[in-house]
């Protein structure tokens, strides 16, 4: 999500409401723009232990 985006909160709130409806549960990362995706996407996938 993009916490600069002024229907952020809004945004957020609809998507934990229709996962909650499918039984699933949301992770929200934020990115504020194409550059913060990749590291906010690994943010997502657990990292393999050593």
Same mark, same amino acid.
């Given at each position: 999500?993009?916490? =600069?985006?002024?229907?952020?909160?809004?945004?957020?709130?609809?998507? !934990?409401?229709?996962?909650?409806? /499918?039984?699933?549960? =949301?992770?929200?990362v934020n990115?504020?723009?194409?550059?913060?995706? !990749?590291?906010?996407?690994?943010? /997502?996938?657990?990292?393999?232990?050593?």
């Amino acid at each position: 999500m993009n916490p =600069t985006n002024p229907n952020f909160k809004i945004e957020e709130a609809d998507a !934990e409401a229709g996962a909650k409806k /499918l039984g699933l549960e =949301t992770v929200t990362v934020n990115a504020r723009n194409a550059s913060e995706m !990749e590291t906010a996407s690994e943010q /997502l996938v657990p990292r393999p232990k050593h």
